[in-house]
């Protein structure tokens, strides 16, 4: 590397002939036609890095898009409860989701996840693990058994490090109880006197091995005005 000045107003313009002049001139053409291509390749990768910037938030906003779309459209509201949720993403797409569906009997289902890191990855592991839920629900009436067919599907799909946190919870208006089974994940019952009961997980996360140790489900009373809440971190 070097460093040098030519002044063109010297004093003594015998510091320079003819020569040295030309040779100086030349060269410093040769350093303002690098710094040109310099700033230019500069310009066009910049203009490249925004490109791909700009496509990279559309697909978050579009994956944000998908998944706000999967999320209850409205709250479930009978005699008997009523169920809302909401969900706040740190970005624009996440792994954190809940659902709640009203069976044909007047029982309740609210269910809540977290699948591990953020993005579009765990956004697609969570459309994904909903839609095996609601499948299995049709079909299904045993929280254990879903939970336990669940973490074999995803068994299948999730890579290595990866895991889902998963509660899921059964409201019987009929004969006042919560019906729950946790995998990684907890909950709160908030009741009415304002004591609190806790809804402990019973096993590991979903998608972590095959064996799922101590899954069994667990049955609370709640009583009117009772608040049964289920969250992400």
């Given at each position: 590397q070097g460093f040098g000045a030519f002044a063109t107003e010297a004093v003594d313009r015998s510091l320079f002939d003819l020569q040295s002049f030309l040779i100086i001139y030349a060269t410093t053409g040769m350093v303002l036609c690098g710094l040109l291509r310099s700033t230019q390749d500069a310009q066009r990768n910049h203009h490249e890095v925004s490109i791909e910037i700009e496509t990279a938030k559309g697909k978050m906003r579009?994956?944000?898009?998908?998944?706000?779309?999967?999320?209850?459209?409205?709250?479930?509201?009978?005699?008997?409860?009523?169920?809302?949720?909401?969900?706040?993403?740190?970005?624009?797409?996440?792994?954190?989701?809940?659902?709640?569906?009203?069976?044909?009997?007047?029982?309740?289902?609210?269910?809540?996840?977290?699948?591990?890191?953020?993005?579009?990855?765990?956004?697609?592991?969570?459309?994904?693990?909903?839609?095996?839920v609601r499948a299995l629900l049709h079909n299904e009436r045993h929280l254990v058994t879903i939970l336990r067919q669940l973490n074999q599907f995803l068994i299948e799909?999730?890579?290595?490090?990866?895991?889902?946190?998963f509660m899921i919870c059964r409201f019987d208006a009929g004969d006042g109880t919560i019906e729950y089974v946790g995998a990684g994940h907890e909950g709160l019952i908030i009741h009415h006197d304002g004591s609190l009961t806790k809804l402990e997980s019973s096993t590991i996360p979903l998608g972590m091995c095959q064996t799922m140790p101590g899954c069994a489900s667990k049955t609370v009373n709640v009583q009117s005005k009772d608040i049964i809440a289920l969250y992400t971190d």
């Open positions: 579009l994956a944000h898009d998908i998944q706000a779309g999967l999320f209850p459209s409205h709250p479930i509201e009978n005699r008997h409860a009523a169920c809302i949720g909401i969900c706040q993403v740190a970005e624009d797409a996440s792994g954190d989701f809940f659902d709640f569906i009203e069976e044909s009997d007047g029982k309740i289902v609210m269910m809540i996840g977290d699948v591990s890191g953020h993005g579009i990855g765990p956004a697609l592991l969570m459309a994904e693990t909903r839609a095996y799909d999730i890579d290595d490090g990866h895991f889902v946190t």
